[in-house]
């Protein structure tokens, strides 16, 4: 596909017409036109809202734009999403949003809500050198979040193609929990093609997040149809798809337009479960929750 056309075909809100199937579903399996419907993360059981926060921002070593500003501020911009009626939280070790989802808990019922975090395995990313045995940094994770489990524990940021080789042991301790209840369903987060490609290879990967806009910006590879491919192979697989930096890691946050069509798109690939937006403020939540809406009805017409 002409890239020109393409992204022009974006703008006039009809990129889909431009697949043909299986890069494009162009389906309605969204059960309403309600964003926060809830949805199933393919074959793991896990069911959750079709919109979720995510609490990364400018994420690393432990920092994030949650933890840096005033907590007040954060516990209320949490809590506004809960009574939105968005019960995915995403978090990480790398993000330090642990022990503050645990204070917004307090006023939140546990039950209702899909937390998944990350454990981080490469250099750098949090203080310490070391990286212990998944079961001590999950057990670590619980008395942070101050939950008895976790529904979704993922490697964070994998980018080598050998990555279901290197973190064998890791990958057998987080199934040795799955088994004991302590978490409920296992996967990880890419940053590569080739390390997508290798967890549509691997049995062990219950959920996958993945980044996916229109614009192939923050992506693993700036053309879209590649990674959609990979997607749609994911998806079929049964693996359970979460989209990620639909907004290009924040870089299109100020374009209304590219905004939609980015919301168009990933909704009406057919291969996407669900969306994860890191939000800063509630006016933010509001307005992804009535565009996601529009965009629904876009599908369903």
Not at 193 to 219: C, F, Q, T
Not at 262 to 283: C, R, T
Request: hydrophobic content about 40%; glycine content about 8%.
């Amino acid at each position: 596909m002409n890239r020109r056309k393409f992204i022009g075909a974006l703008g006039l809100g009809t990129a889909h017409l431009l697949f043909s199937n299986p890069l494009y579903a162009a389906d309605t399996r969204f059960s309403s036109l309600d964003p926060l419907q809830k949805v199933t993360l393919g074959n793991s059981g896990i069911q959750t809202t079709l919109l979720g926060m995510g609490t990364g921002v400018h994420a690393t070593n432990r920092s994030s734009f949650l933890t840096r500003q005033d907590e007040a501020k954060s516990l209320e911009l949490l809590h506004h999403a809960y009574e939105k009626g968005i019960r995915y939280f995403d978090l990480a070790d790398t993000y330090g949003t642990h022990q503050m989802l645990a204070k917004a808990m307090e006023k939140m019922d546990r039950k209702e809500l899909t937390i998944t975090t990350k454990i981080w395995e490469r250099g750098g990313g949090i203080p310490e050198n070391e990286r212990p045995p998944a079961d001590v940094v999950v057990d670590r994770f619980r008395k942070e979040l101050n939950t008895d489990y976790i529904d979704l524990v993922q490697l964070h940021c994998m980018v080598d193609d050998n990555w279901t080789d290197s973190m064998k042991a890791q990958m057998d301790i987080l199934e040795n929990l799955k088994a004991k209840g302590i978490i409920r369903g296992h996967g990880v987060s890419v940053h590569s093609l080739p390390a997508m490609k290798a967890a549509l290879e691997s049995s062990w990967v219950d959920v996958i997040h993945v980044r996916i806009n229109p614009y192939g910006i923050a992506m693993d590879k700036p053309d879209p149809q590649e990674v959609v491919e990979v997607i749609h192979q994911l998806h079929n697989s049964g693996k359970g798809v979460i989209g990620m930096k639909l907004v290009g890691d924040g870089k299109l946050q100020n374009d209304s337009e590219k905004i939609d069509n980015a919301l168009n798109f990933v909704l009406g690939l057919g291969s996407v479960d669900m969306m994860i937006i890191g939000f800063e403020e509630k006016e933010q939540i509001d307005n992804y929750i009535g565009r996601t809406q529009k965009a629904l009805a876009k599908l369903h017409n």
